[in-house]
């Protein structure tokens, strides 16, 4: 399941509702089950995520962490 991130969906937090800092986490799901194309549509959902401060600010406000699960462990 897919979804696009697509600022007319969302709207800004307001300042005075805004709790800082904010850690988020991201789990990319890299088992068997997802196809190569579909692997590389969660890496370029996150970069474009990443690249747009309007979604995720880089102004030190948010931790990311980037988790990819598989079928086997390495």
């Known amino acids: 399941l897919f ?3 697509d600022p007319a969906c ?3 937090v307001p300042e005075d509702q805004q ?3 904010i850690d ?5 799901d890299g ?3 997802i196809n190569a194309a579909s692997f590389t ?3 370029e959902g996150v970069a474009a995520a990443l690249a ?3 979604i995720i600010p880089a102004d030190g406000t948010i931790s990311l962490t980037v988790v990819q699960f598989g079928t086997a462990s390495r």
């Open 52 to 54: 747009d401060e309007g």
């Open 19 to 21: 709790q800082l800092p």
């Open 31 to 33: 088992s068997a089950s």
């Open 24 to 28: 988020l986490a991201l789990v990319l």
């Open 10 to 12: 969302y709207e800004a």
């Open 41 to 43: 549509l969660q890496k």
């Open 3 to 5: 979804y696009r991130l």
